[in-house]
C-alpha cells in the first residue's frame, strides 16, 4: 500500500501540480550528504511517519462466494494507517524553493482526497476515497523540527503532507460447507432399544428437483405414527 501511495503522489505531481516545470520528484531522506549530492531543482518527499488511524476502525466481516455460492473465505474491512511526508523544495536559491512550495501549496490545496484515476493495485481494487491533508498543525508527537535533528541536516521551510490511505485485510479460507443434515433420535419408554430415527443424509438434487438420499447405517424404518403429538 505504502509504495502504492508514493506512486499516486508521483503522478499527482509530476503530471498536474508540476506539469510541464520538469522538476524531479523523489523520496529520499534529505540528509545532508543527500544535499550535498543534489545539483538539479528537486521536490522531496521524505516519509517519516506512520501510524494507524484508529478512528477508521470498524469491525464485521465481508463474505467472498464460489462459483457455487458456498461461502469460499471471509474478509475483514480494512485498516487505515496516516502517511506523513515532510515536502521540501530545493534550488539554489531560497526565493526559488519558496516558489515551488507555493505552486504545491496551491495545488495540492484543489482537492481533498487523490485522484481515483492514480491509484493502482490494492487501493484500486478496494476502491474507497484516499484522503490527505496539506499543511496542517503536526499531531501529537510529530515534530518537524525533531525529524530535522533526526537527519543531521538544517532547517528547512517544508509542508506537512499525510495521506490516509486503507490496508486491505487478508482474506482467511473457511471450511467446507456442511452437507449432512442433523441427526435426530426418538426413544420408545417402554423399549429403549427400540425407536431409534435418524435425518437422512442429503446426495443431490435429482431432475425433478427432489432431494436424493442415503440411508445412514444404524437407521431403522420406524416412524413416528400419524396424528396430533401427545401431550
Same mark, same amino acid.
Given at each position: ?115 481515483? @484515476? ?84 442429503? @446426495? ?28
Amino acid at each position: 500500500m505504502i509504495h502504492e501511495i508514493d506512486e499516486a503522489l508521483h503522478g499527482l505531481l509530476t503530471s498536474q501540480v508540476l506539469a510541464t516545470s520538469g522538476i524531479e520528484v523523489v523520496f529520499d531522506a534529505p540528509t545532508r550528504e543527500w544535499a550535498s549530492r543534489r545539483n538539479a531543482p528537486t521536490v522531496n518527499l521524505f516519509l517519516y511517519d506512520i501510524r494507524e488511524a484508529v478512528e477508521h476502525r470498524q469491525q464485521g466481516r465481508r463474505a467472498h462466494h464460489a462459483a457455487d455460492g458456498t461461502v469460499a473465505a471471509v474478509q475483514g474491512p480494512p485498516r487505515w494507517f496516516a502517511l506523513s511526508y515532510l515536502v521540501t523544495a530545493w534550488t539554489k536559491r531560497p526565493q526559488d524553493e519558496h516558489r515551488l512550495l507555493s505552486d504545491l501549496l496551491c495545488g495540492l490545496m484543489d482537492g481533498d482526497v487523490l485522484p481515483a @484515476e492514480r491509484l493502482g493495485g490494492s487501493l484500486a481494487a478496494l476502491a474507497l476515497a484516499v484522503p490527505y491533508t496539506i499543511a496542517l498543525p503536526p499531531g501529537e508527537g510529530r515534530a518537524l523540527a525533531d525529524v530535522w535533528s533526526a537527519l543531521g541536516g538544517e532547517l528547512k521551510p517544508s509542508l506537512d503532507l499525510v495521506v490516509t490511505a486503507p490496508l486491505a485485510a487478508a482474506r482467511r479460507p473457511v471450511g467446507p460447507a456442511v452437507t449432512d443434515a442433523l441427526v435426530v433420535r426418538a426413544v420408545d419408554r417402554a423399549d429403549p432399544r427400540r425407536g431409534e430415527l435418524r435425518r437422512p443424509r442429503h @446426495e443431490g438434487v435429482s431432475e425433478d428437483g427432489a432431494i436424493g438420499v442415503r440411508r445412514v447405517r444404524g437407521e431403522t424404518d420406524r416412524r413416528p405414527p400419524a396424528g396430533p403429538v401427545p401431550r
